[in-house]
């Protein structure tokens, strides 16, 4: 017979230790709700002292790391950012994304909450700087659910997981289809000195070169050439497809150090989307120049022509970040960056720090050539010096034969054409000799273009091999003398 007792006691509900304070959840609720209006307080600092290109902050020192964002309040009241390069005797050193005018002792140092972008298809046909600004004066850029913060200085897909790079690119210009192919997803570098044609160049391929979406990345650049370059070289065909990220030569070394990020985090955003990018930065010199600027004011001792090692290291942090995107679980292609870095040479030294470590890290290189431009031919690309790693693996046998023929008429013409100038040289003593005279001024005269017509691969390479068929062919007979005149 069962115990009543059992019974009453199975009929209770079970206990737990919070059984008690279940009537109090519901005011605590009700009490948290009534501060959710109120703004977490924000952690600030002072500025102590301002010393060349930093601002000294006390009070942050524990709350911040290099490379986080922190605003300046000016005296008058508005906001400058800056970013946390180092630190010194317990004192941050922020470097300024503006000039320092009306920053001093005792100003305001507010931790900012992120250092994103928030990236997105409305950028496309705008211009900003490299805090995401906008500077074309078309008003603010439309923020959507498609748009999606990103940090501007990001790390490089893990190389064990990335494509590998894609087809044939048609870059629309003879020169480099010739002796520069590039792939999908490749990285090239254009190397010449002030005036040679770099900007041109940048202009052609933007307008022929075969891309969903051109993201350009001008560091350093002249401030009344922007809406030159815009209006005249790109056109408004082609800005829209394009995203330009600019910061003229007179802007903090900070700011022209976030162009060249910013423009890199657009072209992967792009690029996560599956979109074939072009990516053309001008110039990594002047890149590399911010970074010394920064490094120097942060206490870096100078090594090679006055850059400190950070700058080194931070090159192939940014250029290794172009290429092809992360393979694809379902077979689909990735998106791609093709990327098109250029080098500002000092002295037309084609060995100078900067471009000697950027050679050694992209995928291949194009010289652009003074003593070529100052005769007059366009673009002044070096078909001798310039050639391009992937170039085995975009060119079929027949192309590739008829390069490898072409560079050898042009390197006996460059080795003799100073002899024949000097007349210690007689035609028909030597045949390669003639024959490299003969047809090197024609293969030269093939790839001049001008800036508005756009030459297809196939068509170039067809007038390369009716030229060097010319070579094959058998020589003349010679003529038979002239009679002796009585």
Known sequence: MENRHDAGRRSDPPTTAYSGTRPLLAPLAAAAGSFAHIRPVARRGRVAAVRGLLAEVVGLADSVAVGERINLLVRPGQPLAAEIVGFRDGRALALPFGPLDG???????????????????????????????????????????????????????????????????????????IVAPCRLGQRLGLFAGSGVGKSTLLAMLARHAGADVIVFGLVGERGRELREFIEDDLGPEGLKRSVIVCATSDAAPALRRAAAETALAAAEYFRDQGQRVLLLLDSV????????????????????????????????????????????????????????????????????????????????????????????????????RSLSRSAPGCLDPADAAAVARARGLLAVHADMAEMVRLGAYRAGTDRAVDEAMRLA??????????????????????????????????????SAPAPARV
């Open 103 to 177: 920053i001093g002792p005792g100003c305001v140092a507010a931790l900012e909450a992120s250092a994103g972008l928030a990236i997105g298809q409305s950028w496309i046909g705008r211009v900003v700087d490299g805090l995401g600004r906008v500077i074309d004066g078309k008003g603010p850029l439309a923020s959507g659910p498609a748009a999606r913060s990103r940090p501007t200085r990001a790390s490089a897909p893990p190389a064990g997981r990335r494509e590998r790079l894609g087809p044939r690119l048609d870059l629309g210009i003879a020169a480099l289809d």
């Open 285 to 384: 010199t002047r890149y590399a120049m911010a970074l010394r600027e920064i490094g120097l004011a942060a206490g870096e001792p100078p090594a090679t022509r006055g850059y400190p090692p950070s700058v080194f290291a931070e090159l192939p942090r940014l250029l290794e970040r172009a290429g092809p995107g992360l393979a694809r679980d379902d077979g689909k292609p990735a998106g791609s960056i093709t990327a098109f870095f250029t080098v500002l040479v000092e002295g037309d030294d084609m060995n100078e720090p900067i471009a000697d470590a950027v050679r050694g890290i992209l995928d291949g290189h194009v010289v652009l050539d003074r003593a070529i431009a100052e005769a007059g031919r366009f673009p002044a690309v070096d078909l001798l």
């Open 441 to 478: 001024p024609r293969i030269e005269a093939l790839v001049v273009q001008s800036r508005e017509r756009r030459a297809r691969s196939v068509e170039t390479f067809s007038a390369l091999r009716a030229i060097l068929a010319e070579a094959d062919a058998p020589p003349p007979p010679p």
